[in-house]
T-cell receptor, first 115, second 110 residues
Framework: DTGVSQDPRHKITKRGQNVTFRCDPISEHNRLYWYRQTLGQGPEFLTYFQNEAQLEKSRLLSDRFSAERPKGSFSTLEIQRTEQGDSAMYLC?????????????FGEGSRLTVL | LAKTTQPISMDSYEGQEVNITCSHNNIATNDYITWYQQFPSQGPRFIIQGYKTKVTNEVASLFIPADRKSSTLSLPRVSLSDTAVYYCLVHGGATNKLIFGTGTLLAVQP
């Protein structure tokens, strides 16, 4: 399968713990996006990378959230000191090229449950 | 970014044609219209994109009137497997992100 891969698919953690999600984009896709989605809502933009550079971060991304894409390939999203409000599906997407054509390729997401 | 408005939900039956209309009154000259489909517990999937008039692919058709203030996604002969949330998005060519609304939940019944 050559689609966007996310790991883990499901994560249950206790409030206050740190969690990390990994995203492997489609090979040679320059852009990588992170979104968050809660029940009944559309995906909310969190941040995006062009190669290894993080070019935009949403104000939704508090100081407890950090994302990296160290070599311009896979990316990680870390949430420190998790809160119950962080429970959501975290979606990763990638796209080729240096401009946004509107076509993003999404992974199946990582579902986080904070107890 | 232009705001979009679409129905919260729609019902249909298998074999029918479904038309989902999206309003985007503040669309800018260089904005494109893109539709995504999302099944439960999956990421959204790109369906179709257009700028004006009509675009058709193997999955759907997209109709855009001359004023471009609305667009209609047309799904021919829907089946149960077309039950999903459909998102209408408007974005410029230089936009770095896509903004999703709450979408339209299409429920197809037998």
């Amino acid at each position: 399968d050559t689609g966007v891969s996310q790991d883990p698919r499901h994560k249950i953690t206790k409030r206050g713990q740190n969690v990390t999600f990994r995203c492997d984009p489609i090979s040679e896709h320059n852009r990588l996006y992170w979104y968050r989605q809660t029940l009944g809502q559309g995906p909310e933009f969190l941040t995006y990378f062009q190669n290894e550079a993080q070019l935009e971060k949403s104000r939704l991304l508090s100081d407890r959230f950090s994302a990296e894409r160290p070599k311009g390939s896979f990316s990680t999203l870390e949430i420190q000191r998790t809160e119950q409000g962080d429970s959501a599906m975290y979606l990763c997407a990638s796209s080729p090229g240096l401009t946004n054509t509107g076509e993003l390729f999404f992974g199946e997401g990582s579902r986080l449950t904070v107890l | 970014l232009a705001k979009t408005t679409q129905p919260i939900s729609m019902d249909s039956y298998e074999g029918q044609e479904v038309n989902i209309t999206c309003s985007h009154n503040n669309i800018a000259t260089n904005d494109y219209i893109t539709w995504y489909q999302q099944f439960p517990s999956q990421g959204p999937r790109f369906i179709i994109q257009g700028y004006k008039t009509k675009v058709t692919n193997e999955v759907a058709s997209l109709f855009i009137p001359a004023d471009r203030k609305s667009s209609t996604l047309s799904l021919p002969r829907v089946s149960l497997s077309d039950t999903a949330v459909y998102y209408c998005l408007v974005h410029g060519g230089a936009t770095n992100k896509l903004i999703f609304g709450t979408g339209t939940l299409l429920a197809v019944q037998p």
